[in-house]
């Protein structure tokens, strides 16, 4: 009786591992077919990956409606084929959910950015940056491309800065940082530029932590909505 019973245990053990085995590898296949299809040059390519990772995201969303990895996932596909409407309806339904989590409110900021909207996805990045995600270099990063589509240069530097204190070895950021300083200071050395951010940051706070704070705590106040 004993050892039937263990048998039992043993196969429903074996069943409940393969079933997150399987939950694990749509959403990494399909997270994988996603980066294929924005590196790849091919454009029918592209579409191929987009279409399959929407077939695993899909199968996903039909075990479970409510599953927030496949409903950014779904966002995330039509974001790329921009549908507006189809990615808003995922997004905000992620989203409503639990609108306190600093992982969706990104995940909101990256739908307006997608969508060239980049003083509203500014404001969810902030909001996240302040709820959870403010050594996130992710985060941070969209912060300040969203601060150079606006023209901010004076942000948008300030947000390169913050990325190069979380993630030194960054050559897109000390490449950003370096063509900034480069239109102030023609004559610069990047070598002494590089070594002016370490100093700054060596005592491995935050800049401007404060100030992120104070303003995200105004964005929660007046965040408009766009239902």
């Known amino acids: 009786m004993k050892s039937l019973r263990n048998k039992l245990i043993y ?26 299809a924005q590196t790849t040059s091919n454009q ?25 990895k496949a409903l950014l996932g779904l966002s995330k596909v039509n974001q790329l084929l921009q549908d507006r409407a189809e990615a808003k309806l995922y997004v905000l339904k992620a989203y409503n959910m639990n609108p306190a989590d600093p992982k969706l409110q990104r995940a909101m900021g990256d739908f307006f950015y997608s969508f060239q909207e980049y003083s509203t996805a500014i404001e969810y990045y902030k909001l996240a940056l302040a709820s959870g995600l403010l050594r996130d270099f992710d985060t941070n990063l969209q912060s300040a491309k969203c601060y150079e589509k606006l023209g901010d240069l004076k942000n948008a530097e300030l947000y390169y800065q913050i990325c190069f204190h979380l993630n030194a070895k960054s050559k897109e950021v000390m490449n950003k940082l370096n063509e900034y300083t480069s ?45």
Not at 51 to 63: D, T
Not at 200 to 212: R, V
């Open 44 to 68: 029918e390519e592209g579409y191929e990956y987009i279409h399959k990772a929407r077939i695993l995201y899909e199968e996903e969303y039909e075990k479970n409606p409510i599953n927030t």
């Open 11 to 36: 196969t429903l053990l074996i069943i409940f591992l393969s079933l997150n085995c399987a939950y694990a590898d749509n959403f990494s296949q399909a997270e994988k077919l996603l980066r294929k």
């Open 183 to 227: 239109a102030k200071h023609p004559d610069h050395s990047q070598e002494l530029e590089e070594a002016k951010y370490k100093y700054l940051f060596k005592d491995k706070k935050i800049p401007q932590e404060q100030q992120i704070e104070e303003e995200a705590s105004d964005i929660i106040e007046n965040i408009n909505s766009f239902y």
